[in-house]
C-alpha cells in the first residue's frame, strides 16, 4: 500500500560554485513517522534541511513537501506548516524566555495577548521550560536554550518538525529527555524529520532511516527491513572457555557460515531453532559455554554494513557486532 509522503526529493542536486553539494539525493518522509537523516559531518543534511525548506533550491531533481514545491509561490504556505529548529538556533539573549516567544508567535501570525500568552504556556510545559520563562535567555543552559527553541517551532502547531541535530551540546540526561519529548510529537499525528551524526541517538527513535554520506542517499527505509537485506539469515553468537572447542560447529547441519574470534563463534543458521542442537552437541563435547546470544542489528551496525559495502576508507569499520576497540558511534561522525 502506498504511503502518504509528506516530503519527497526525488533525484537532487545541488552546486555551490564548483562544490557540490548534494549529489542525486532522495527522502521520502511518510506522514506520522520519525525520520531520520544519518550520517557523519558533512554528508549533507543540514543542506537537504534547508531544500525542504525552500531556504535553497535544486539545481536538479525536484523537492516536494505536502505536495508543494517550497522554492515557489506556495512556499510561504510550506513553511507555514513546518517547525525548525536548527544545530545553533538563533535566541535573544537580553530578552526573556516569554519575550523571545511572543515575538515567535506574532511571526506565526498568531497575535498577542491571552491567547497568545495561553499557546505559549501550553507549548512550554511541553518541554519543561515554563518556569524558566521570565529570565534573561542569556542566563539558560544549553540545555533550557533548546527546549526553548523546541518551544518556540510548535507554537504554530506545524505538521512538520524539521530538527537539526537537536541534541547537540546536551548533556545525557537533556538529551534522552529531548528524544522522548521527540517520540511524543509523533502521537499528535504530527511528521518529525530530524538530522543526526550520533547513531545511539537515532537508535529506536526512527520509523524512516536515510544513510547519507558525501551528498547522496546510500540507502532508505524501515531499520527492521533494511537489516534483512544484510542479515537475511539467523546469526548466534556462542562463546567458550576454550574457543577451539567451539570449531566442531562450522560443520554442523544448518551452520551456512562460521567465523571465530578468540573464545567467540560468530554463526550463520538456516533457523534460530537449531540453537539447541548446538548446545546439545558442545555440551557432549565437553565444551564450557560461557554465553549463547542471538545477533540482533542494531542501527550502528547497519550504518557500518552500508559503509563497508560503499567500500569506505579511513577508520577500521567493526564487522556485525564485533569491535575494533574504539566504539563504533565515535567513528561514524569521523569524515
Known sequence: MDRELVVNVSGVSRWFGDVQALTNLTIEVPKGSITVLLGPNGAGKTTAIRMITGALGPDEGSARVFGLDPTSNDGEQVRSRCGVVSAKPSLYDRLSGWDNLRYAAELYGLGRGKSSDKRILEASEIFGIDAALDHEVGGYSTGMKTRLALTRSILHDPDLLLLDEPTSGLDPESAVA??????DMTGGGRTVLMC???????????????????????????????AKRYWPTPIVRISATDGSQLDSLATHTGVASYDRSDATASIELDTLDRVPELVAHLANTGARITGVVPFNPTLEDLYFAVRREQGSSGDEIPPPGGSTGRPARELASQN
Open 178 to 183: 529531548v528524544l522522548d519529548l521527540i517520540r
Open 196 to 226: 543526526t551524526h550520533l547513531l545511539l541517538e537515532a537508535e529506536g527513535l526512527a520509523d524512516e532511516v536515510v544513510v547519507m554520506q558525501h551528498g547522496t542517499s546510500l540507502l532508505s527505509g524501515q531499520p527492521d527491513e533494511l
